[in-house]
């Protein structure tokens, strides 16, 4: 069962509890944004790979 805050300073105090969890778990969300950027990436290049491979292969064919 939460308090209802009563006065305009009760409202900012129990507001400002909020922003900071609030802060604590954007740090943490930043981390997984970072993880999953090396994994594009990493498909990236993967994709990348298959392409120049597969232009290669073509211009083998083209001039055989």
């Known amino acids: 069962m ?12 129990s507001l400002y509890g909020h922003i900071s969890g609030v802060k604590k778990n954007l ?7 970072e993880k999953l950027g090396g994994k ?10 298959a392409a120049g491979s597969a232009a290669l ?3 083998g ?3 055989n």
């Open 2 to 13: 939460a308090i209802d805050p009563k006065t305009t300073r009760e409202h900012i105090v």
């Open 27 to 33: 740090k943490h969300v930043h981390e997984d944004v």
């Open 40 to 49: 594009i990436d990493k498909i990236y290049w993967v994709l990348l790979a």
């Open 57 to 59: 292969f073509a211009l």
């Open 61 to 63: 064919i083209l001039f």
